[in-house]
């Protein structure tokens, strides 16, 4: 029994392979690839032994092998144009306020040293950009005012008004907390400090084209059976086939024709097939 299994399997391994082999040739060669091949290597292919046709050649036989499915596609795009805004950065402040009321640019310390290279203490030095800070944050209210701007929040009504090719400006400010580590030499302790951002941008209007295609089946055409079927796998008949693609066309769509498979003529002399035409 075991052996009989092994058999069986051997050969449903083989047939595997063979179908297997045909089918990479078809893709590589067509249908030209079952010329010199036996009618056995078509009928196994196409599952069936295809129709004779009537021979009036030197020929012994011309038979007709067919797996071709024909899918019309009703394909139609649609191009819509929109408004984008394109944000550019032309002003940002960024720093921080320590506990002592220092603030720095950007996140640095408002110590520096503590420790030589070599281990020697070196009292830290203290400084801050007070000034600068302070100065560049009333700069900051200035162009808020100057330029017109929006908060980034708040923006969308400006945005609907500037017309494409104009630009406007919105603005932000945010905050967030960040850990700092202090500084033992002056007994500072650590402690979380607010990290502040004063952003400015200028926003350009510009339009962009969006292209989206919608596709339809019209039907499915089987030529081997002469048989229709609609999108949903549901034979229909001829009329209705050419009803769905007219109710397409009137709404704008484009036939696309897809085939998978073929219709070949295979004209065989000797077991052997000599000539291959695809119809």
Request: aromatic share 14%; charged share 25%; with cysteine.
């Amino acid at each position: 029994m075991k052996k009989r299994m092994a058999v069986i399997s051997v050969c449903c391994i083989f047939l595997l392979l063979c179908t297997s082999c045909t089918s990479l040739g078809v893709r590589l060669h067509g249908e030209q690839y079952f010329v010199g091949k036996t009618e056995n290597d078509l009928i196994k292919y196409f599952g069936d032994h295809g129709i004779e046709l009537s021979n009036k050649t030197e020929y012994d036989k011309v038979v007709r092998f067919c797996n071709q499915i024909d899918t019309i596609y009703m394909d139609k795009t649609i191009v819509k144009t929109y408004k984008e805004g394109i944000p550019q950065l032309i002003f940002s402040l960024n720093f921080v306020e320590y506990n002592d009321g220092c603030l720095c640019l950007n996140g640095r310390g408002h110590y520096s040293g503590g420790t030589s290279s070599v281990g020697t203490v070196i009292m830290p030095r203290h400084s801050n950009d007070n000034g600068v800070i302070k100065s560049e944050v009333s700069r900051f209210w200035s162009e808020v005012k100057r330029l017109n701007a929006v908060p980034t929040n708040n923006q969308d009504a400006r945005f609907n008004s500037t017309p494409v090719g104009n630009w406007y400006f919105v603005y932000k400010t945010s905050s967030e907390y960040t850990y700092h580590v202090g500084n033992p030499y002056v007994k500072e302790p650590s402690s979380s400090i607010p990290f502040y951002h004063y952003d400015i941008w200028r926003i350009d209007v510009s339009s962009k084209q969006k292209e989206t295609t919608y596709t339809e089946i019209a039907y499915v055409f089987d030529l081997k059976y002469l048989t229709y079927y609609d999108s949903e796998g549901e034979q229909i008949s001829l009329q209705q086939a050419l009803a769905n693609e007219k109710y397409y066309e009137k709404q704008g769509y484009i036939r696309r024709l897809s085939t998978e498979g073929m219709t070949v003529d295979a004209y065989i002399k000797d077991e052997k097939i000599i000539k291959i035409e695809k119809q």
